[in-house]
């Protein structure tokens, strides 16, 4: 069965750190992308980052490009999501997905959509000010 969980979330204070984290079962790890969004209270889902595992290609949305580094660790099947110099409006449920194709995973972020083969629960990260 395919899993994707997510953990890391929690209460930060404005301009502090915090590392996401998402652990992959039931598919090869290697031959996947692995995307982070998020979704804050009455707003669409918004695609922040992406890693080409086989690759070690990234994207980053311009939102938060310089404050969030996506890195994967194979051997342990894991996805991170550092965040650095956080903003309240960082606030938002997290969640990590995966797909077998990079460039559908690039333009199903860049068209906003949901369309990815796999997706994890989410975790709840609530920036206070």
């Known amino acids: 069965e395919v899993q994707l969980v997510e953990s890391g979330g929690g209460l930060v204070q404005a301009g502090g750190s915090l590392r996401l984290s998402c652990v992959a079962s039931g598919f090869t790890f290697s031959d996947y992308t692995i995307c982070w969004f998020r979704q804050a209270p009455g707003k669409e889902r918004e695609g922040i980052a992406c890693i080409d595992n086989s690759e070690g290609t990234t994207y980053y949305a311009d939102s938060v490009k310089g404050r969030v580094t996506i890195s994967s660790d194979e051997a342990k099947s894991t996805s991170y999501l550092q965040m650095d110099n956080v903003k309240p409006e960082d606030t938002a449920v997290y969640y990590c997905?995966?797909?077998?194709?990079?460039?559908?995973?690039?333009?199903?972020?860049?068209?906003?959509?949901?369309?990815?083969?796999?997706w994890g629960k989410g975790t709840l990260v609530t920036v206070s000010s």
């Open positions: 997905a995966a797909d077998d194709s990079w460039i559908h995973s690039i333009v199903t972020v860049a068209a906003k959509s949901d369309d990815l083969d796999y």
